[in-house]
């Protein structure tokens, strides 16, 4: 057993025997989920020694706090960290550019851009030239300082954060940005073998081409937290915590929609805290809800609900403040909305006014328009009595009525009804009938 042991030890020694190759992708915006992703790869390949931790990369761009996260993680890693920006059309913008030249290595796959890293602030552009300088100069020195970090072009850093630039991977290698192009993931691994990388406490060289491969993908609490990461998803669950708890208040105890209602608008505020929100938009829509409520208990024939509905539309438009078009929210998602809002309101307004419009169907109201027949002769002004609906009423009229004779109810005072003949008495078919039979 001893031997075995030594043995294995010795295996391990040797070169190319067990290196293992972490992967992971990265394919979307940059978020807290992305972070928290990146840095649990990194401590994995920490852990298990694992001769490098390659990163895929496709992404627009993101969070700047975020970005700094990931970046910290890697300049400190004591792994070797490879940012790879692949596949071919895929690129590396905004907070792209921090990220891969943050790496040890920087690679990109032939037809693949990187760039265009001016800062976009939390509140969107506000128009305040004094703090966008601040945001711009602070961007610009945390480019420098990574480039300067990898030892990796410093002046086209500063400008791809000032100018906006961007290049492709053949300029951006030619530009020492990068450190090499490979087309595949196979080729990346041959042509990284042999090649140096500076850790914390050490140099290490790499021996990567006939290394195992693991892939790594998020977990379900990554990806749970990327997918809440996106403003429409952040919008769609706001909405549904919205119509939940009204359905509840419209329909007290249905339970399931005010529970539904409470999860959804718990889950939109985790969402919202990570997003550049403006807060008019919130609090329109929040005047919405105010006014659909108000519908509930306020007599306005639909103005209340005309009011909130353009509130939600203006909300809506106005909750995301920010010129980056990956941390907005898609027309695609706001016009469905607002149209289900119209029509789920403007159905409840549609009831609300067939019940005020609706003749009364029980009281004293509801027997109005009602007919019945002559019991007691009417003379006036002596009453008689009518049947109506299986009871016997006390009956007034302004002209004389026959026993038998058809009514309707024109008025009520009280227990006695007004009432006028349907035909003539005379010419009642049945009238010398039913006072026979009395």
Same mark, same amino acid.
């Given at each position: 057993?001893?031997?075995?042991?030594?043995?294995?030890?010795?295996?391990?020694?040797?070169?190319?025997?067990?290196?293992?190759?972490?992967?992971?992708?990265?394919?979307?915006?940059?978020?807290? /989920?992305?972070?928290?992703?990146?840095?649990?790869?990194?401590?994995?390949?920490?852990?298990?020694?694992?001769?490098?931790?390659?990163?895929?990369?496709?992404?627009?761009?993101?969070?700047?706090?975020?970005?700094?996260?990931?970046?910290?993680?890697?300049?400190?890693?004591?792994?070797?960290?490879?940012?790879?920006?692949?596949?071919?059309?895929?690129?590396?913008?905004?907070?792209?550019?921090?990220?891969?030249?943050?790496?040890?290595?920087?690679?990109?796959?032939?037809?693949?851009?990187?760039?265009?890293?001016?800062?976009?602030?939390?509140?969107?552009?506000?128009?305040?030239?004094?703090?966008?300088?601040?945001?711009?100069?602070?961007?610009?020195?945390?480019?420098?300082?990574? /480039?300067?970090?990898?030892?990796?072009?410093?002046?086209? /850093?500063?400008?791809?954060?000032?100018?906006?630039?961007?290049?492709?991977?053949?300029?951006?290698?030619?530009?020492?940005?990068?450190?090499?192009?490979?087309?595949?993931?196979?080729?990346?691994?041959?042509?990284?073998?042999?090649?140096?990388?500076?850790?914390?406490?050490?140099?290490?060289?790499?021996?990567?081409?006939?290394?195992?491969?693991?892939?790594?993908?998020?977990?379900?609490?990554?990806?749970?937290?990327?997918?809440?990461?996106?403003?429409?998803?952040?919008?769609?669950?706001?909405?549904?915590?919205?119509?939940?708890?009204?359905?509840?208040?419209?329909?007290?105890?249905?339970?399931?929609?005010?529970?539904?209602?409470?999860?959804?608008?718990?889950?939109?505020?985790?969402?919202?805290?990570?997003?550049?929100?403006?807060? /008019?938009?919130?609090?329109?829509?929040?005047?919405?809800?105010?006014?659909?409520?108000?519908?509930?208990?306020?007599?306005?024939?639909?103005?209340?609900?005309?009011?909130?509905?353009?509130?939600?539309?203006?909300?809506?438009?106005?909750?995301?403040?920010?010129?980056?078009?990956?941390?907005?929210?898609?027309?695609?998602?706001?016009?469905?909305?607002?149209?289900?809002?119209?029509?789920?309101?403007?159905?409840?307004?549609?009831?609300?006014?067939?019940?005020?419009?609706?003749?009364?169907?029980?009281?004293?109201?509801?027997?109005?328009?009602?007919?019945?027949?002559?019991?007691?002769?009417?003379?006036?002004?002596?009453?008689?009595?009518?049947?109506?609906?299986?009871?016997?009423?006390?009956?007034?009229?302004?002209?004389?009525?026959?026993?038998?004779?058809?009514?309707?109810?024109?008025?009520?005072?009280?227990?006695?009804?007004?009432?006028?003949?349907?035909?003539?008495?005379?010419?009642?078919?049945?009238?010398?009938?039913?006072?026979?039979?009395?």
């Amino acid at each position: 057993m001893r031997y075995t042991v030594v043995l294995f030890a010795l295996c391990g020694l040797l070169p190319g025997w067990s290196q293992t190759v972490l992967i992971g992708t990265v394919d979307g915006t940059i978020n807290p /989920a992305t972070a928290e992703y990146i840095t649990m790869l990194v401590r994995r390949g920490e852990e298990q020694a694992a001769e490098a931790v390659v990163v895929q990369l496709n992404t627009p761009g993101g969070l700047l706090e975020a970005t700094r996260t990931i970046v910290q993680t890697l300049l400190q890693a004591r792994v070797p960290v490879v940012v790879y920006v692949a596949p071919s059309g895929a690129r590396a913008g905004s907070a792209g550019v921090f990220i891969t030249l943050a790496a040890h290595i920087a690679a990109m796959a032939p037809g693949t851009n990187i760039g265009a890293a001016h800062p976009v602030g939390l509140g969107g552009d506000s128009g305040d030239s004094v703090m966008a300088d601040k945001l711009t100069n602070d961007a610009a020195a945390f480019a420098r300082a990574i /480039a300067q970090q990898r030892n990796r072009n410093v002046q086209w /850093a500063e400008d791809a954060v000032r100018r906006s630039i961007s290049s492709t991977e053949r300029e951006a290698l030619r530009a020492r940005v990068i450190d090499l192009i490979a087309p595949t993931l196979d080729s990346l691994l041959h042509a990284l073998d042999g090649r140096t990388v500076v850790l914390p406490q050490k140099r290490h060289t790499l021996r990567t081409a006939a290394a195992t491969r693991e892939e790594v993908p998020m977990n379900w609490r990554q990806r749970l937290l990327a997918l809440l990461s996106d403003p429409n998803i952040a919008y769609i669950l706001l909405m549904l915590g919205i119509y939940g708890l009204l359905f509840e208040l419209y329909n007290p105890g249905a339970i399931v929609p005010g529970v539904i209602g409470a999860i959804s608008l718990i889950l939109a505020a985790y969402a919202l805290q990570m997003l550049p929100i403006n807060y /008019a938009g919130l609090a329109l829509i929040a005047v919405a809800i105010i006014l659909f409520l108000l519908e509930l208990k306020v007599t306005s024939y639909g103005l209340l609900t005309l009011a909130g509905i353009a509130s939600l539309v203006l909300g809506s438009v106005m909750l995301i403040d920010s010129p980056a078009e990956f941390v907005r929210i898609s027309w695609s998602v706001i016009l469905p909305t607002v149209v289900a809002s119209v029509g789920f309101f403007g159905w409840i307004l549609g009831k609300g006014l067939q019940a005020q419009l609706r003749r009364p169907r029980s009281g004293g109201e509801g027997l109005v328009g009602q007919t019945g027949v002559v019991v007691d002769r009417i003379a006036p002004p002596e009453r008689g009595r009518i049947r109506l609906l299986g009871e016997l009423w006390w009956a007034t009229a302004t002209v004389p009525i026959e026993v038998g004779t058809r009514v309707r109810v024109v008025g009520r005072s009280g227990f006695v009804l007004h009432v006028e003949p349907l035909i003539p008495p005379d010419s009642h078919p049945h009238a010398s009938e039913y006072m026979s039979n009395q």
